[in-house]
């Protein structure tokens, strides 16, 4: 692993895009791409002590997801629970928080039962591991929006406040794999000012080695901020 240096990205958020596709080419069903894309999710998080990153945010269920086939959603929904039942006590264990962004209370009681009990255990966690769910970005500032309206003047402080991530550092590299170039409604209040690196390589094949290169990647960036 690289040194970590002040040119380290903090906070790293991941659109996790490629599951479909990945089994496609490999003539599988969406639902193996989707649970090899767990597991590359799973490796990752293990592999981030001595990167510098000290919040990782995953995009894992959008609030425009819903559109997708019956059986695909139910397939997801199962995943994200036997992924709860497996790995929390290894969250616990290696001192990850887990923070959940987007409306997921509105997610199948069961499942929020889960979250509430997963956040509660994880809460001393030193690095954080954020996942979104039932998230959509402009949902999200509008509500902010509304909140700030509710106190008195909208500024973009207010808004900030309001926001899911309040507590969490500015997002500082954004990486979207499979080679799609878009946003897609993922904390776009958040990326004002971070850098973007968009790879080819499918979700699933993403390695801890394509992050490394991503935060060397980002190393070399020099970050203005709107100034020269």
Known sequence: MSQVSETSARHVAIIMDGNGRWAKRRALPRAMGHKRGVE?????????????????????????????????????MNLMRNFIRSDLDEFVENGVRLKIVGDWRALAPDIVEMLEDAL??????????AVALNYGSQQEIAAAA????????????????????????????LIRTSGEVRLSNFLLWQMAYAEMLFVDTLWPDFTPEHLQAALDDFATRERRFGGR
């Open 40 to 76: 590359a999710v799973r490796t990752l998080v293990r592999s981030l002590q001595g990167t510098g990153v000290e919040c990782l945010t995953l995009y894992a269920f959008s609030s425009e997801n819903w559109k997708r086939p019956e059986e695909e959603v139910s397939d997801l």
């Open 120 to 129: 509660e255990r994880t809460a001393n966690g030193s690095h954080t591991v």
């Open 146 to 173: 509304r909140a700030a309206a509710a106190e008195g003047e909208i500024t973009p402080e207010a808004i900030e406040r309001h926001l899911f991530t309040a507590d969490l550092p500015p997002v500082d590299l």
